[in-house]
């Protein structure tokens, strides 16, 4: 059974930092592309950040110079540190393994990811 379990987040002020981690059990994750997209009330799920399986990592242009992504094969675990945080960075953050493995790029539709974790709920005030 595959599972995906986040953690990390919280409430900050804007310019505050967080780091988000996310364990995953059931798959290898060096295996898989995998993600963090971010939900905020009444928007559509977005793309934060991807790394490939040949650890390509991509980012939204929004997060870019602010979120690094990471990924830990021999913990089986993502990271994304998240450093300048804005109120626009309020939202649910997701992980996610892409829908089959030894992908040769990632894919950046959320359609393209199958299995989640919970989320977990970042908050920046102003």
């Known amino acids: 059974q595959v599972q995906l379990v986040e953690s990390g987040g919280g409430s900050v002020q804007t310019g505050g930092s967080l780091s988000l981690s996310c364990v995953v059990s059931g798959l290898t994750v060096s295996d898989y592309c995998m993600a963090w997209f971010r939900q905020s009330p009444g928007k559509e799920r977005e793309t934060v950040t991807t790394i490939s399986t040949a650890d390509t990592i991509t980012y939204t242009d929004s997060v870019k110079g602010r979120f690094t992504a990471s990924r830990d094969n021999a913990k089986n675990t993502l990271s994304l540190e998240m450093s300048s945080l804005l109120p626009e960075d309020t939202a649910m953050y997701y992980c996610?393994?892409?829908?089959?493995?030894?992908?040769?790029?990632?894919?950046?539709?959320?359609?393209?990811?199958?299995?989640w974790g919970q989320g977990t709920q970042v908050t920046v005030s102003s």
């Open positions: 996610a393994a892409y829908s089959r493995p030894f992908s040769v790029g990632c894919g950046w539709l959320v359609s393209s990811y199958n299995k």
